[in-house]
Structure formats: C-alpha cells, structure tokens
C-alpha cells in the first residue's frame, strides 16, 4: 500500500475532506483539495516535513503512513519473503490452519519483532476481551510504538513509574 492509500485510509477514517486536510496542512484554501489528491493518488510524494505534518493533523505516526509496497499478492509476498530473511519469518500449520511464525534462534532482529508481535497479541486479546475500546486499540497501533508500555525498547515510561515520579516531586515540594 502506497502513501497515498495510507493518506486516504486516515483521512476518511478521520471524516476529513481533501480541502479540509490540505487546509489543516497550511495549503491555500484554492489549491488545497487538489494538492491532497495529488498525494492519494500517487501523482506527487509528500516530502518529509509534509508527511510529519500529515501525521499530526491525522493523529498517527508518521511511520503508519511510510508502509511498504504491498499494492499487488506479488508485492505482498516478496514482502513477507523480505521478512523471512531479516526477521525469521516463518510460514507454518497449527491446528489446521496455515499461520506465520518467528524463528527467535534467526538472531537478535526476530527476537525483537517476537517481543513486539508479543506485545500486539496482548493488545489485541484485550480488545477481545473488552478491557479496552476498538478506539484505544486502533490508537496504540497507529501511534506505535509510542503507546506500547510493555516492552523493554519503549522510551516512554509505563504509567506505575509515571504515577512513582510525580509522588515523589510532590513529596519534595
């Protein structure tokens, strides 16, 4: 999937209007709704600067709209072939159905996408359960990894640690 579907994807998701993100964007109101067709539709590529601003005004990161091609089955393979080689992708059958697993013995890269997959199955077995909404499921995975608190890369610090920062600066008051 391309940028601009990515661009397309959150802004109806958002129910923004093409005028209306180019706007937010800074563009003039005349030219603004041509300028986001232009990215949608794969006509122009947002520079770098443009795609941080997108993210913003979308609420995402901007790695959710930097996705690699998987615009045809072939590309979306040789994707996951790509995978395999770096990651330890591997292709395999559990309880009759063909599934994808981590080799975690490929090395330290598919021991850390192990732990992040890890941490996506948490989440979404709490959305499963209804711990959590559809809407704080969709902002921690268009946000990741900035909401991710149960893994040990993360910089943002989980909230018990939060919550023991801010006790102890009161207490120092």
């Given at each position: 999937?391309?940028?601009g579907?990515?661009?397309?994807?959150?802004r109806?998701?958002?129910?923004?209007?093409?005028?209306?993100l180019?706007?937010?964007?800074?563009?003039?109101?005349?030219?603004?709704?041509?300028?986001?067709?232009?990215?949608?539709n794969?006509?122009?590529?947002?520079?770098?600067?443009?795609t941080?601003?997108?993210?913003?005004?979308?609420?995402?990161?901007?790695?959710?709209?930097?996705?690699?091609?998987?615009?045809?089955?072939?590309?979306?393979?040789?994707?996951?072939?790509?995978?395999?080689?770096?990651?330890?992708?591997?292709?395999?059958?559990?309880g009759?159905?063909?599934?994808?697993?981590i080799?975690?013995?490929?090395g330290?890269?598919?021991a850390?996408?192990?732990?992040?997959?890890?941490?996506w199955?948490?989440?979404?077995?709490?959305?499963?359960?209804?711990?959590?909404?559809?809407?704080e499921y969709?902002?921690?995975?268009?946000?990741?990894?900035e909401?991710?608190?149960?893994?040990?890369?993360?910089?943002?610090?989980?909230?018990?640690?939060?919550?023991?920062?801010?006790?102890?600066?009161?207490?120092?008051?």
């Open positions: 999937m391309a940028i579907e990515r661009i397309h994807f959150f109806t998701m958002r129910g923004m209007t093409q005028k209306y180019g706007m937010a964007l800074g563009f003039p109101e005349k030219s603004a709704d041509v300028r986001l067709a232009q990215y949608e794969g006509s122009r590529t947002p520079k770098a600067d443009v941080a601003a997108l993210a913003q005004v979308l609420d995402v990161s901007p790695k959710a709209l930097d996705v690699p091609d998987i615009d045809s089955y072939t590309g979306l393979m040789h994707t996951l072939f790509t995978l395999e080689d770096r990651y330890g992708l591997k292709i395999d059958e559990a009759g159905e063909v599934c994808l697993k080799d975690v013995s490929k330290k890269d598919a850390r996408l192990h732990e992040m997959l890890c941490a199955h948490q989440v979404a077995t709490m959305l499963k359960a209804r711990e959590i909404t559809r809407e969709d902002r921690w995975r268009y946000h990741y990894p909401f991710d608190t149960a893994q040990r890369w993360v910089k943002v610090p989980s909230q018990a640690l939060s919550d023991m920062l801010v006790d102890a600066l009161k207490e120092n008051e």
